[in-house]
């Protein structure tokens, strides 16, 4: 299961406060259409009919059950500077794939 490390769990909470969304929306992750190992991620007011919920430390990521195998062992990170995140997906072995930047 995806795990969510304390810097991605605050900013996503930080995106989610700054935005017009409820409280118990998330950032949702799913494959992009540039190819395998490329995620898109969104903020959404809920999970889609298939998501599976993964909520640590606050936070709340919505993962397309596509993707579900993909992120198994894997790690959400976020750095941030000023107001842009980037997250990154870390961990689980060789050639860990990166996902794309969001920001507010």
Same mark, same amino acid.
């Given at each position: 299961?995806?795990?969510?490390?304390?810097?991605?769990?605050?900013?996503?909470? &930080?995106?989610?406060?700054? %935005?017009?969304? /409820? *409280?118990?929306?998330?950032?949702?992750?799913?494959?992009?259409? @540039? $190819?395998? &190992?490329?995620?898109?991620? %969104?903020?959404? /007011? *809920?999970?889609?009919?298939?998501?599976?919920?993964?909520?640590? @430390? $606050?936070?709340?990521?919505?993962?397309?059950?596509?993707?579900?195998?993909?992120?198994?062992?894997?790690?959400?990170?976020?750095?941030?500077?000023?107001?842009?995140?980037?997250?990154?997906?870390?961990?689980?072995?060789?050639?860990?794939?990166?996902?794309?930047?969001?920001?507010?």
């Amino acid at each position: 299961m995806l795990t969510i490390s304390p810097a991605a769990s605050e900013a996503i909470k &930080g995106l989610i406060a700054a %935005s017009d969304l /409820p *409280e118990d929306a998330g950032v949702r992750i799913s494959s992009h259409p @540039q $190819g395998p &190992g490329t995620f898109e991620l %969104s903020l959404v /007011p *809920e999970a889609g009919e298939a998501d599976e919920v993964v909520e640590e @430390q $606050g936070a709340t990521v919505f993962l397309d059950d596509d993707i579900v195998p993909l992120l198994d062992d894997k790690t959400l990170d976020a750095q941030t500077q000023g107001d842009q995140v980037a997250f990154t997906i870390v961990g689980g072995g060789e050639g860990d794939p990166g996902a794309g930047g969001a920001s507010p």
